[in-house]
């Protein structure tokens, strides 16, 4: 993961596509457009803009947590992935809803469409507002509730447009329960309804439920932490509210409610704690419950969809196993359904408004998928939502065109692997929360799992056959596996040879901790166990030392900071003179690649120590802080530096993005074109040909991008080509003219990006001619350029301001 070391390849090598096939441009995959104010910026900042833009890698998928299509248009559907997404068409992809997102960026969560085809949205940060659109979400209208929460679901009446629901967060300490708010108006004005007599204070409420033959009648469920939950029903829209537990489970998380046929169904359960629960329908309206998913093999259920048209066809969205479905009421269930999503966590499942065999669901991770048949079969179509939380993501060290990237959600997660020009999920990996990979010179790939133990044991994922099979390689830390992962480092020299530094959790106490295996996770050795509360966040090798200078960063309450082994990880020792003795928190370390005495280390963001960089000039002796700050709850969690110019360094932040330093010194941001500013990780340097390096960043909130490294000694733009052309002028905006020296005719030509991606081709040129003026329309950065005669190819260097 943390390695520095320049590859060689080749463009004809690595012609490869980044994105799932046919991608969209990346600020149509949720990323916003890059810095256009170049031409009035002097010249080395223009370089700078070039040479730090980001473009959107992929992979497309986000935590779908809701889903609506639009019964006025049904080619028109929405998710809330945190980003607002519109689809329109069954063949188009998933854009942002620019309009909606600058009124909501702290995300939008939920959606619904009412018969009118007017539009709700919200989210669970947005405290109180809600947002409306009567014009399919071009344009938006705030409205407020009357309460400071976030919103977590809304419902429309089935029997009238104007009656609209929304449901809140509780508030903490608070001894009433004023957590669904209803319209009658439209959204025009709000009611905050009181559920006190029936719901705890405090309490938030995670859904509400109509009864379409009895519209006045709702249930609603209200949750007071992982497994306090409760049911209550009214008979008069809301105006007083009872308890509907009847015999329901108690201590159970309940997820979802649903009327349908003068039944009420409440799914529940979640994968944690053994806290198991299905689907259980009452016939008598909360009186008495009786469970209809005692055959469930996953009794983690949040979500059901009945078929208002056929009732004995329903559908529940499960954890981790995808979407069951019934067309017999409930006496059968198939649970083996096929394709996209089968492991997945499904949130929310509903209908096609006007093909009932068309069901679709938003996952976590995975985005959306949909069903033409009724369930049986299963399809992704989440190309265009660009919303994973990544945690990590690396290149293989001999092969630019192979990438690894974790991802986890609430109680899932898994990995992607780019290859053969397009990303897939890693479906032979449990539907687990990955927080680290890396991937050793000899190809093998490593990803460690972080649980939940319920699906499958924690512990590191090997692949030694390019992700088609994998092993859990452990350790065996215990029967429940409690472990939290937080690096994965394999050797640049001895390919058996890798560390994994985190910490113990939950029952196996919270005492950080470093194991270190020599024959590939055959077998590990612990050779560190530090306090309770410590947590070891990053592990590197420095490359030439044999493999003996070992560093790592370490989180800890009572004082963080850097740990040193000169005897291969045998033994440690903390380095931290220099740094502040209220640092609690070290989230990266580093050696520059042509001097090792020189480390770099991420310090603070946590504890009221602001995050900065500290750089050590002997090995780690002593600590001086360097010319920059960030925020106080912003920490660095990875370094990239350039392997031309160890002056070029580059730093990952949680709450920053990325900033970047020329010299070694000054420090400035480095995020055009990056939407995010969690920034998980970086990949090592790849090098994709012509002097062309670039590397990866994984997000918390947009998946991954790349960017070229910038190095300060010019731009290395050859006018004359590198062989055969003229491409001028060098760097261009728009148009640009492209002439063969040896007087050929250029018949056709073709640019790339600077990962080998074709952006833009021409075989019937207009004029076939030793000149060739084209105008391509590409983003700002960095392209190669071929050019193709009847008997030679020629190929040069491309920037475009």
Known sequence: MKHFTLLFATIFIIQFSIGQKNPVTYDESGNTPRNSSIKS????????????????AGPFGGDVMDIAMDPTNPDRGFAAAGYPYIRVGATEQWTVVQSLLQLSPSGIHCIEINSNGTMFAAGNYTYGKIFISTD????????????????????????????????????????????????????????????????????????????????????????????????????????TWQSAMGNLPASKPLNAVTIANGAVYVCGGQLFGGNVMGVYKSENYGTTWTSISNSFPNKVANDLLINPTDGNKMYVATEGDGVYYTNDGGANWVFNTGGAGDNGSARKVILHPEDDATIIAGYLSLGVCYSGDGGENWVSATEGISALELNDIEVDPNNAGILLASFEAENSGGCYMFSNNEWSLVESLPATRFSAVDIGYDGTLYAWSNGPTTVAAEGVYKSSDGGVTWDNMGPNLGSVFETQIWDIEVSAQDDNLLFIGGNNFGVAGWASMLYRSTDQGENWDNVFMGPENDAIRFVHMVQGANDMDVYAAYKSETG???????????????????????VKWCG?????????????????????????????????????????????????????????????????????????????????????????????????????????????????TNSAFYTEVDYPTGTGINEKGISGISIFPNPAKEIISIRSEFIEV????????????????????????????????????????????????????????
């Open 588 to 700: 990266a370390i580093v050696s520059d690649p042509n001097n090792s005495d020189v480390l770099y280390g991420g310090v603070g963001g946590y504890g009221g120590v602001p995050g900065t960089v500290y750089k050590s000039e002997d090995a780690g002796s002593s600590w001086n802080a360097m010319s920059i700050t960030f925020g106080n709850y912003s920490k660095v969690t990875d370094f990239v530096i350039g392997t031309d110019n160890s002056m070029v360094i580059y730093a990952a932040t949680t709450l920053d993005g990325v900033y970047m330093t020329w010299d070694g010194e000054n420090w400035s941001a480095a995020n055009d074109g990056l939407p995010a500013s969690n920034i998980t990780g970086f990949s090592r340097i790849a090098d994709s040909g012509f002097d062309i390096q670039l590397f990866y960043a994984s997000t918390a």
């Open 136 to 239: 399919g979400g071009d344009t938006w209208a705030q409205k407020t509730l009357g309460i400071s929460a976030g919103i977590l679901s809304i419902t429309v009446d089935p029997t009238n447009p104007d009656i609209v629901y929304a449901t809140t967060s509780g508030i903490l300490g608070s001894t009433q329960s004023k957590v669904v708010v209803k319209s009658i108006d439209e959204g025009a004005t709000w009611q905050l309804l009181d559920l006190t007599a029936a719901m705890p204070g405090g309490y938030g409420c995670v859904g509400l439920a109509i009864d379409p033959g009895a519209p006045a009648t709702l249930f609603a469920i209200g949750s007071g932490g992982i497994s306090e939950a409760t049911i209550v029903s009214s008979t008069d829209g809301g105006e």
């Open 560 to 582: 963080g900071g850097f740990l040193k082994s000169i005897d291969g990880g045998t033994n440690w020792l903390p380095i931290n003179d220099g740094l502040p003795s209220a």
């Open 746 to 801: 250029i018949q056709s030509i073709e640019i790339r990006d600077i990962t080998g991606r074709l952006v833009f081709e021409s075989s019937s040129l207009e004029k076939n001619s030793d000149l060739i003026v084209i105008k391509p329309e590409l983003n700002s950065g960095s392209y190669i350029v071929s050019a193709r005669s009847a008997s030679n190819v020629w190929v040069s260097k491309l920037v475009i301001e």
């Open 41 to 56: 910026l002097p010249e080395n900042q223009v370089k700078a803009i070039l040479a730090n833009a980001w473009t959107a």
